[in-house]
C-alpha cells in the first residue's frame, strides 16, 4: 500500500478545498496562504511519490493518456456543476422565494429524474457518435441551465422557471457522467480497474468539493458586497452599528436574525438580504458559466473524435497487453 501517497493526497484536497473556503472570510489571508502552500507542497510531493513508488496509489502513466486525464476533467466540472448549483440553488429556494424544506427538496426532482431518463440515451451515443460528441452534448445543456438561472432566476420567479433550469441541468449530467466515466474505465489496464474506479468517485466528490467552495465564496463574497452597499445607500446607513453591519453582510441567515431583533426595520433588511442574495448567486452561477465553457473547450480540443479515440483504446490495450507479458509495472502508450 502506498501509505504515503495517500495521506499526501489528503494533504493536498484538504488545503486545496479549505484555502478556497477561507478565502472570503475576512482577516483569514494568512491562514489562507498557509493552506495554499500546505495544497502546493503536498501536491508537488504527491507527484513526486508517484513517479516512485513501486506500486503508487495513482499511475501517474496511465493517468497522462489524453482519453482518460481529458475524461476526468470533463467529469469534475460535470458533476462539481451540478453540486455547486444545488448548493447555492437550495438557499436561493429557501431564502429568496421562502419554499420550506420539503418543497425545496422537492423542487430539485425533475434533475434527478431526467438524469436516469437521458443516462441510457447517452451510453448509445457514446457507441454511435463517439465520447467526445456525447460530452459536448452534456456540456451545451448544463451551459443552458447555468445561463437561464442566471437570468431568469429572481425575486418573484415562478416553479416552472425554476423546473427549467433543473431539467436543463438533470439533462446535461445525464449526457456527459456515461462518457466520463467510460472513458475512464477503457483507457486502463485491468489491474488499474480500481484507479479507474476511483477516479470516476473522485470527479463526484473532488468535483463537488472544490465546486461547492468556489460558488459558495463568490456567493458569500457577492451577497456581502451588495449588503454592504445597500447599507452605505441607505438614509439610516450612519446609524448601523460596525458590529451590527458585520452581522447583516455574513450571511442570509445572520441577516435574518439581525430582522428579528429589529422589528422596526425587518422588511427592509429582508429585502435588502434578498437583493444581496441574487446579487452573490449571480456571482456563483457566473463562474459556474466560465468552467463548463472551459471543460467545453478542453473537450473540444483535446479530446479525440470517435475514429482516434477508438484508435487510441486499441493502442493502450496493445501497449498494456505487451507490458503484462513482459512483466512491465507501467504501460506507457500515450
Known sequence: MDNLGGILS?????????????????????????????????????????????????????????????????????????????????????????????????????????????????AKLVETRGARTTLLTGYAFLFLAFGWMLLFWDEDSSYWQIGVAYVLIGIGAGFAGTPASHSLTGSVPVRRAGMASGTADLQRDLGGAVMQSIMGVLLTAGYASAFSAAIAASPEGKDVSDQVQSELTKSFASAWQVAQQHPQYADQIVAAARQSFLHGDDWAYTVGLAAIALGALLIFFMFPHRDAERELLRSYHTADSASAATGSPNGRAA
Open 10 to 122: 489528503v494533504l493536498l484536497i484538504a488545503g486545496l478545498v479549505l484555502a478556497i473556503n477561507f478565502a472570503a472570510v475576512p482577516d483569514e489571508g494568512a491562514l489562507v496562504v498557509g493552506l495554499s502552500v500546505v495544497a502546493l507542497v503536498a501536491g508537488a510531493g504527491f507527484f513526486w511519490r508517484q513517479r516512485r513508488a513501486p506500486n503508487p496509489l495513482y499511475d501517474l502513466h496511465v493517468a497522462g493518456r489524453r482519453t482518460f486525464w481529458v475524461a476526468a476533467c470533463a467529469g469534475i466540472i460535470v458533476f462539481g456543476s451540478m453540486m455547486g448549483s444545488a448548493f447555492v440553488s437550495q438557499q436561493y429556494l429557501q431564502n429568496v422565494l421562502r419554499y420550506n424544506p420539503v418543497e425545496a427538496g422537492a423542487a430539485i426532482l425533475p434533475l434527478v429524474v431526467m438524469m436516469v431518463l437521458v443516462a441510457p440515451r447517452s
